[in-house]
């Protein structure tokens, strides 16, 4: 006859076997494999969002209102930061929880606590003085091929080029119209290469700040996370030897 017993506390002394190997160390290995996948995850779509950020920056530097432009991307930059804050909230954390969960470990509710984000400061960037590389040369040269296009155009109107004081006032008035519309053109080429260059070295910036910031939070996390798993797996180490202490002597007896 089959002795039921028996075969209960036997396989009741496997599942405990079992559950000691699990608390033989490798949470730990599975902590850092899960911290290396978010950080992956992250990295993509921090490049993904700072990618299509700096296609719509392009946009509106070379467009319409840029006067908007920092504030506009520093707006941004801070949505990506809680992008990544949801993406290690709402992937990381209930994976590092199936560690535990696993193997039965008992920690706080809200364990693990996530450490909080810094968001990148970009708008800095922007308020850096720059100098436009040869703005002041080129413009030189500019102005001055503007000032003689109106000269060179008088003979295209039926009008000599050295038409005396006659033509003074015709000429000047060209000339002077053409240098406003020179100067105003590449005030505005220089204003916006300047603010593209100041774009991109915030976009830079913030792409260094977040991968920096995403490394500090998972070492943090790996720290403390780690540290409280050791803790829980030896308590439930503990229990789990009693336990089988416990059961020797009933399959002796049986």
């Known amino acids: 006859m089959t ?6 506390v036997r396989a009741r002394r496997a599942e405990l076997r079992a559950e000691r190997a699990a608390l033989s ?51 941004a930059v801070a949505a990506i930061s809680d992008a990544v804050d949801d993406e290690l909230s709402g992937a990381l954390v209930p994976a590092v929880r199936r560690i535990a969960g696993v193997r039965r470990l008992v920690l706080p509710d809200g364990w693990p606590e996530l450490p909080p984000s810094r ?38 109107l039926g009008l000599p080029v050295l038409g005396g004081p006659a033509l003074a006032p015709l000429a000047i008035g060209v000339t002077v119209a053409g240098l406003v519309v020179a100067v105003r053109h590449r005030r505005a080429h ?13 976009l830079a ?31 439930r180490r503990v229990v789990v030897e009693a336990e089988l202490r416990e059961l020797s002597p009933a399959v002796a007896g049986a």
Request: hydrophobic share 50%; charged share 30%.
């Open 205 to 235: 910036a913030a792409r260094a700040q977040l991968d920096a910031d995403v490394a500090r939070r998972l070492l943090e996390l790996e720290r403390a996370a780690g540290a409280e798993l050791d803790d829980a797996v030896q308590r």
């Open 190 to 202: 220089v204003e916006r290469a300047v603010l593209q260059r100041a774009a991109d070295e915030a």
């Open 25 to 75: 160390g490798s949470h730990r290995v599975e902590l850092r494999s899960e911290l290396a996948l978010a950080r992956l995850a992250v990295a993509d779509l921090v490049a993904t969002a700072l990618r299509q950020l700096a296609r719509e920056v392009r946009e509106r530097v070379a467009g319409g209102d840029r006067t908007r432009v920092p504030a506009d991307v520093a707006t």
């Open 3 to 8: 002795d039921r017993y028996a075969d209960a």
């Open 119 to 156: 968001t990148p400061a970009v708008e800095d960037v922007f308020a850096r003085p720059r100098t436009p590389l040869l703005a002041g040369a080129l413009e030189g040269i500019t102005l001055w091929r503007t000032a003689l296009v109106p000269v060179a155009a008088l003979p295209l």
